[in-house]
């Protein structure tokens, strides 16, 4: 199984991005999903999680401006596709941000893309 995220990129405070996240490999569907982000000399910190049944948690310095969602579980192509959609952006939100996925009983990770936000 792999995860490939993609959507990084460096934005302006105040801007928007939406970053997606896909596993390969398995024909499996998540059972939970998240987004992570790590800030140069921080640790690693959740951003968004949700569960297969819709159960979904932000970190509070995200609530009201990003939103975890998936795509269309009756597609094939889409059931273990992730996005995170990011508003009003701040230099804070700057970090590598990962997602992860449960599938088959265990997690996985994906490479990781970068998010740069300038004041």
């Known amino acids: 199984v792999q995860l490939q995220a993609s959507g990084g990129g460096l934005v302006q405070a105040g801007e928007s991005l939406r970053l997606s996240c896909a596993a390969s490999?398995?024909?499996?569907?998540?059972?939970?999903a998240g987004w992570y982000r790590q800030a140069p000399g921080k640790q690693r910190e959740m951003v968004a999680h949700m569960t297969a049944g819709g159960s979904v948690t932000y970190a509070d310095s995200v609530k009201g401006r990003f939103a975890i969602s998936r795509g269309n579980v009756r597609n094939r192509d889409l059931k273990n596709t992730v996005y995170l959609q990011m508003e009003n952006l701040n230099p804070e939100d700057t970090a590598v941000y990962y997602c992860s996925m449960s599938l088959i009983s265990r997690a996985y990770w994906g490479q990781g893309t970068q998010v740069t936000v300038s004041s």
């Open positions: 490999g398995t024909t499996s569907t998540f059972t939970a």
